[in-house]
């Protein structure tokens, strides 16, 4: 399965639009990472904890997304986007979202 961020791939042949596909994910950041990402942010510098849990959960967003393209007969998804949010009463989960057009190409 390819995977672009622009709206077309070099080299490629675009043969049929299957349509917009979604992945969406949710993760709650738990209390120890939290408490870390806290003294970090006391502290100053990076916070490892959250970086971890955005790249795993982007990761998860992905993987969802090339289901649903795979499951309406694409080879391809072009233009993706992702978008951030956190939700919860301490904003103490995260969720993203990964979006494209699902395509077949040559």
């Known amino acids: ?23 969406e994910v949710i993760n709650g950041i738990d209390f120890m990472r939290d408490f870390t990402a806290n ?3 006391f502290i100053g510098g990076r916070s490892g904890e959250y970086e971890e849990e955005l790249v795993s959960t982007r ?5 969802e997304m090339i289901k649903r393209a795979e499951n309406i007969g694409a080879n391809a998804v072009i233009g993706v986007t992702f ?3 956190f939700l919860g009463s301490k904003s103490s989960m995260v969720m993203i979202t990964a979006t494209g057009t699902a395509v077949v190409i040559e």
């Not at 672009?4 to 043969?15: A, D, H, P, Q, Y």
């Not at 990761?59 to 993987?63: K, P, S, V």
């Open 1 to 23: 399965m390819l995977i672009t961020t622009t709206s077309n791939l070099e080299g490629k042949v675009i043969k049929e639009y299957r349509g917009i596909v979604f992945g």
């Open 39 to 41: 003294i970090t942010n």
């Open 59 to 63: 990761a998860d967003a992905i993987t």
């Open 83 to 85: 978008d951030y949010e």
